[in-house]
Nanobody
Framework: VQLVESGGGSVQAGESLRLSCLAA?????????MGWFRQGPKNERERVAI??????SEYYADSVKGRFSLSHAGRTLFLQMNSLKPEDTAMYYC?????????????????????WGQGTQVTVS
């Protein structure tokens, strides 16, 4: 397993969670972009927040701007989620791009990302 997510759970609306994604050492050095996607039971996997592995520009979906934020520590990418809403309920997946063919910000679709973690469930009630 090259990406390992953790930090999901069940919370009340308005509370916070911090998700973590640890990249394997042999993967991290070859990764240009990392990010978070989510998928609800009836939805397609949607892009939530992405960034360059070494830091820099960030993308946030309109639905999470001002509430979610990315940070890095070594080989770990964090997603801080504040003011959670029931509509944030989903399986959250960490993704990485090792092709480095284009800039991270244009990797809009799940199909653009070759490496995935197993996911961590976030439930907001």
């Amino acid at each position: 397993v090259q990406l390992v997510e953790s930090g999901g759970g069940s919370v009340q609306a308005g509370e916070s969670l911090r998700l973590s994604c640890l990249a394997a050492e042999n993967l991290y050095g070859n990764t240009c972009c990392m990010g978070w996607f989510r998928q609800g039971p009836k939805n397609e996997r949607e892009r939530v927040a992405i960034t360059y592995t070494g830091g820099g520009s960030e993308y946030y979906a309109d639905s999470v701007k001002g509430r979610f934020s990315l940070s890095h520590a070594g080989r770990t990418l964090f997603l801080q989620m504040n003011s959670l809403k029931p509509e944030d309920t989903a399986m959250y997946y960490c993704a990485a791009d090792t092709t480095c063919r284009v800039g991270c910000m244009v990797l809009a679709d799940a199909a653009d990302w070759p490496i995935w973690g197993q996911g961590t469930q976030v439930t907001v009630s």
